[in-house]
């Protein structure tokens, strides 16, 4: 039988998710979102406002949050947990993984993306198109990785942090939390918590007004 999916959030990043979802042989996907209850995102149509999937999350095989925001990403996929939701992980068929790698729950990958020996990612990352998670590196809950992004061996990423378009981060380098590196940037020295990073080599910027 095919095995069902619920994806909170029908926006662009929902859709990759659902995508990847069908890819790897998920049959019936099926979104929730506070808008366009009734109509369809994609192929996929929108079922019930995201309140609604808190009641039913049991009904499911397997639930996902397909939001882009790391705070509210993280915070619905924790919510569903405590529900006893059956958080899934998506990596997309063309992804690679080392088999000593770890990845926990509510992370999806997708197309090209490569997570090296001895990495270990959170729950609900995203590690987004192309991107590389490289040997013994670490991300914490809630991280996201744009595509393009690199990270060197050993380095580290705290909670809710984003990493832009493009960007690299230089190997044993320690990125704190929430903090937003922006996009193309060389992050080579450790980056504090809350702030944005930019250039090459990265400086920061302001601090992240999004945390
Ligand atoms: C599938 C997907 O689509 S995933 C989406 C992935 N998206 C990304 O990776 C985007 C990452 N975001 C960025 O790079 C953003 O520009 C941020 C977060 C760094 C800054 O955004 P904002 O706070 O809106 O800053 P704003 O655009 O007002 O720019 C402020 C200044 O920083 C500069 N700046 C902005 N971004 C960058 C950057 N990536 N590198 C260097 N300088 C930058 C601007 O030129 C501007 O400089 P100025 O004051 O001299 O004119």
Same mark, same amino acid.
């Given at each position: 039988?095919?095995?069902? *999916?619920?994806?909170?959030?029908? =926006?662009?990043?929902?859709? !990759? !998710? ?6 790897? =042989? ?26 609604? %999937? ?8 397997? #639930?996902?949050?397909? +939001? @882009?925001?790391?705070?509210?990403? *993280? ?5 569903? #947990?405590?529900? @006893?939701?059956?958080?899934?992980? %998506? ?5 690679t993984v080392s088999r000593h790698a770890r990845i ?11 997570v090296n020996i001895g990495a270990v ?8 198109? &192309?991107?590389?998670?490289?040997h013994d590196d670490? %991300? ?10 690199? *990270? @060197?061996? &050993? ?9 832009? %378009? ?5 190997? &044993?380098?320690? +990125? ?5 590196? @922006?996009? &193309? ?12 990073? #930019? ?13």
């Amino acid at each position: 039988m095919k095995r069902s *999916l619920a994806i909170i959030g029908a =926006g662009g990043h929902g859709r !990759v !998710v659902a995508d990847c979802a069908e890819a790897l =042989g998920w049959g019936r996907i099926e979104f929730f979102d506070d808008e366009g209850v009734g109509t369809s995102s994609g192929p996929w149509p929108v079922v019930g406002a995201t309140g609604a %999937l808190f009641e039913r999350a049991r009904d499911y095989d397997g #639930v996902i949050v397909g +939001i @882009g925001a790391n705070r509210a990403r *993280l915070e619905r996929h924790r919510a569903l #947990v405590a529900r @006893g939701a059956a958080m899934a992980v %998506l990596i997309h068929p063309s992804a690679t993984v080392s088999r000593h790698a770890r990845i926990d729950a509510g992370t999806v990958m997708f197309a090209g993306a490569v997570v090296n020996i001895g990495a270990v990612i959170g729950q609900a990352c995203i590690i987004n198109t &192309g991107a590389t998670v490289d040997h013994d590196d670490r %991300l914490a809950d809630g991280v996201h990785l744009s595509p393009g992004s690199h *990270l @060197g061996g &050993g380095a580290t990423v705290g909670e809710c942090s984003w990493i832009g %378009l493009g960007a690299s981060v230089r190997e &044993g380098v320690s +990125i704190g939390r929430d903090v937003r590196v @922006g996009a &193309g940037a060389a992050v080579v020295a450790d980056a504090p918590d809350g702030m944005v990073m #930019v250039g090459v080599p990265a400086r920061p910027l302001k601090r992240n007004d999004d945390a």
